[in-house]
């Protein structure tokens, strides 16, 4: 019963800039951390960014800098600005959150994942 949708990927070229966005829906009683994981092909999927409920956040060391999470409570999303991309950021980007739903059950949960392609 609960959702999350990511929107915003592409293709880009390097150096360019890209916004996604990851909006929770369903029967949601609270939110703690949101955040972003990748996997390129071939390789395991990796922490980009996540951000707590208040706001705390942690970046992969490839992105520091480069990147930028955040999330707008009220509207139960979170983004990741993306700058200065590189081509090894390629990858498709799943967003989770860590969801208490109306029945106080807690468990993660993830989107179906965006693709975002930087061309060189």
């Known amino acids: 019963q609960v959702q999350l949708v990511e929107s915003g990927g592409g293709l880009v070229q390097a150096g360019g800039s890209l916004r996604l966005s990851c909006a929770a829906s369903?029967?949601?009683?609270?939110?703690?951390?949101m955040g972003w994981y990748r996997q390129a092909p071939g390789n395991s999927r990796e922490l980009v960014a996540s951000?707590?409920?208040?706001?705390?956040?942690n970046y992969a060391g490839s992105v520091k800098g480069r990147f930028t999470i955040s999330r707008d409570s009220a509207k139960n999303t979170v983004y990741l600005q993306m700058n200065s991309l590189k081509p090894e950021d390629t990858a498709v980007y799943y967003c989770?959150?860590?969801?208490?739903?109306?029945?106080?059950?807690?468990?993660?949960?993830w989107g179906k994942g965006t693709l975002v392609t930087v061309s060189s």
């Open positions: 951000i707590t409920s208040i706001s705390s956040t």
């Open positions: 989770y959150a860590n969801i208490k739903d109306s029945f106080a059950y807690t468990r993660d949960y």
């Open positions: 369903g029967s949601i009683r609270s939110i703690n951390t």
